[in-house]
């Protein structure tokens, strides 16, 4: 079973190594691991990975979304295992040929060592009905999309998928309680919703079969990061064993 701090992840949003690396610093004891996303990558390049590690930081998440043909995805996923990242994600929505590549290059490029988790992604939530509908002239909602997504994933090899607070309950009916689901909108109650719109409080996520939250400000922007991280911790451990 994974402690309660392991469930803890942290999106190091920011456009430069220092800062993040400082973050690691602080919160690496007190969390699961990192959050590293486009604009951080982007930003400070791939040698972050390994300077994270370094500073501290116990595990990174590569909130990668990659969505390409089969054998180009193959190969960004053979490259970030190689880089050791522990957790790696992709759009459901690029099918089931090119999951299941994603799954076939992360087995072979650990060579029979531990892989990467493979968590798909299935409708962005700045997605609304109407632009699934419209723009993507994709019929039914979001949320049964969401759910005929998250299927896609399981029987295609993704160990799980990102999904909103408010969504965890329909996957896990769909997919079974050990189907991984990675919940960004966590906000510790009295912190600020900042723009989010749909929030839930970590504790409302483990009640509703949330396995690892991704949170952001409510734990860099703190005053003192490793109190915070140390506070969703111990509001996750109350949850998950009340
Ligand atoms: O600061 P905050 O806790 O809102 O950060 C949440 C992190 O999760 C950000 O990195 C954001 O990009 C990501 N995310 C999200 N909502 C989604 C998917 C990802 O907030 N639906």
Same mark, same amino acid.
């Given at each position: 079973m994974t402690s309660p701090k392991d469930r803890i992840l942290v999106a190091?949003?920011?456009?430069?190594a220092d800062d993040a690396l400082r973050t690691a610093r602080a919160v690496g004891p007190h969390v699961g691991g990192v959050k590293v996303g486009l604009e951080l990558i982007n930003a400070a390049g791939f040698d972050i990975f390994a300077r994270l590690l370094d500073a501290g930081? &116990?595990?990174?998440?590569?909130?990668?979304k990659f969505h390409d043909i089969p054998n180009t995805v193959a190969g960004a996923v053979r490259a970030a295992t190689k880089r050791g990242v522990w957790m790696v994600n992709v759009h459901a929505s690029g099918g089931a040929a090119m999951l299941r590549a994603a799954r076939d290059a992360a087995e072979t490029a650990a060579g029979g060592g531990p892989r990467p988790l493979l968590i798909a992604v299935t409708?962005?939530?700045?997605?609304d009905d109407a632009t699934l509908n419209g723009?993507?002239?994709?019929?039914?909602?979001a949320a049964e999309q969401v759910v005929h997504l998250a299927r896609l994933a399981q029987q295609s090899g993704m160990d799980g998928v990102v999904a909103s607070p408010l969504e965890v309950a329909a996957i896990r009916d769909a997919c079974? &309680?050990?189907f991984v689901t990675v919940i960004p909108g966590v906000r510790p109650s009295g912190v600020a919703k900042g723009d989010q719109a749909r929030v839930a409080t970590p504790a409302d996520a483990v009640r509703a079969g949330a396995h690892y939250l991704v949170v952001g400000r409510a734990i860099?922007?703190?005053?003192d990061p490793a109190a915070a991280a140390a506070a969703v911790a111990a509001e996750v451990k109350a949850a998950a064993h009340p």
């Open positions: 190091l949003d920011y456009n430069n930081a &116990p595990r990174i998440f590569y909130d990668a409708v962005l939530t700045s997605i723009d993507l002239r994709v019929p039914g909602t079974g &309680p050990e860099t922007a703190a005053p």
